[in-house]
C-alpha cells in the first residue's frame, strides 16, 4: 500500500460505478475511474454542475462512458427514484461511492422530510441510497460500497436524544455526528453482508483534510473555516490526493471489507492511502444496530426487503 496513486488503479473496463457529488473528491473518483474504464455514473442534484462535470471529464478521457443522474440525497423522494431508474435501465451494479456530504452550515436547516440537513444528506440519504441500489449490488460482479467519513468523526457522537439536533445545534459537533453515522453504517454494512451472505465488501475512507469547497459551501465563503480554506489553502492538500483513500478502497484487490482508509501522515490529514485509525464509538455494535433501526424507521427503508 505504501505510496499507493491512481496510477495503482487495476483496470475497471465492464464495471459500473455510482458516485454521488459532482465536484471536489467525487469529481476526482469519476475521473480516476472512467480513466481505468469504468462506465460511471456521476449523481448530484444540481444538473448544471452535473453537465460541466461529465463534460470535463469526456475532455480529460476521450471516449470515457460517463453519465449525470439527477439525485437529491436530501429528499427521499428523489433517493427512491433514482434507485428505480437504475433498477429499470441497468442489471447490475458494480461499485457505489457514498461521497457527497453537507459541511457545518451555521444556522440548522432541515430537509424537505424534516431531518437535520447534515445528518440527513450525510448519513440517512446515502443509507437510503445504498438500500435502493442493494438489489443491483447483488447481482455485481465482486461489489464494494465505499463510504467517505471524516477526520471529524474522531469527536463524533451518536445523540440518540436528539439526532436532528433540534434542541441544541452545533454545527461541527452535527457534522461530526454525521460522519460517525457514516463510518458505523459502513462497519454494520458489512457485518450485515456477510452475515445474509450479499457478497459485498463495504468499507469507510476518509480524506484527511483536502482543497474542496465543501468549507466554504457550508460554512460560507466569510465564515472563519471558508476564509481558512480561502487563505490558508498550503494547509489542505490537492483533492486528488485526498480521493486517494476512497479510490484505493473502490479499487484495490487489497482493500478488506470492514476495513477504514485515510492519509497515512501528519494525524492522517494528508498523504497517501493506509489504515485509519477506528474511533472507539464506532466499534459499538449496540450503538451501531441502534442506529440502524432507527435508520430504516426514519427514512421508511429495509434493507433486503
Known amino acids: 500500500m505504501a505510496h499507493w496513486t491512481a496510477s495503482d488503479i487495476p483496470s475497471q473496463r465492464g464495471r ?5 457529488g459532482t465536484g471536489g473528491l467525487g469529481f476526482q473518483d ?22 460541466a462535470a461529465i463534460g470535463q471529464i469526456r475532455q480529460e478521457v476521450p471516449g470515457a462512458s460517463v453519465a449525470f443522474e439527477v439525485l437529491d440525497l436530501a429528499r427521499i423522494d428523489s433517493i427512491r427514484a433514482f ?5 429499470r435501465s441497468r442489471t447490475g451494479l458494480d461499485l457505489l461511492i457514498n461521497n457527497a456530504a453537507v459541511m457545518t452550515p451555521p444556522t440548522r436547516q432541515q430537509t424537505p422530510d424534516g431531518f437535520e440537513l447534515q445528518f440527513g444528506t450525510n448519513y440517512l440519504g446515502h443509507f437510503a441510497l445504498t438500500a435502493e441500489l442493494l438489489p443491483l449490488l447483488r447481482k455485481g460482479n465482486k461489489p464494494r460500497v ?3 467519513s471524516s477526520v471529524a468523526a474522531r469527536d463524533g457522537a451518536i445523540d440518540f436524544n436528539d439526532l436532528q439536533s433540534a434542541h441544541g445545534y452545533k454545527p461541527m459537533a452535527a457534522y461530526g455526528q454525521s460522519k460517525l453515522a457514516c463510518l458505523m453504517f459502513a462497519l454494520e454494512l458489512q457485518r450485515r453482508s456477510q452475515a445474509a451472505g450479499w457478497n459485498i465488501l463495504s468499507i469507510a475512507a476518509h480524506p484527511g483534510i483536502s482543497r474542496t469547497e465543501l468549507l466554504p459551501n457550508g460554512a460560507g465563503a466569510m465564515s472563519a473555516a471558508g476564509l481558512a480554506r480561502r487563505f490558508l489553502w498550503f494547509l489542505f492538500q490537492p483533492a486528488a490526493q485526498g480521493a486517494l483513500p476512497t479510490l484505493y478502497a473502490a479499487t484495490s484487490p487489497q482493500a478488506a471489507g470492514g476495513s477504514y482508509y485515510g492519509p497515512d501522515r501528519l494525524g492522517e490529514t494528508r498523504g497517501h492511502p493506509a489504515l485509519a485509525r477506528l474511533p472507539a464509538r464506532a466499534l459499538d455494535t449496540g450503538a451501531a444496530l441502534r442506529l440502524w433501526k432507527e435508520s430504516e424507521r426514519l427514512t421508511g427503508t429495509a434493507f433486503g426487503a
Request: charged letters at 20%.
Open 30 to 51: 469519476a475521473l480516476a475511474l472512467a480513466r481505468a474504464g469504468a462506465d460511471v455514473i456521476v449523481a448530484g442534484r444540481n444538473p448544471a454542475k452535473g453537465a
Open 16 to 20: 459500473t460505478a455510482v458516485i454521488t
Open 83 to 87: 434507485g428505480d431508474r437504475l433498477r
Open 146 to 148: 465505499v463510504s467517505l
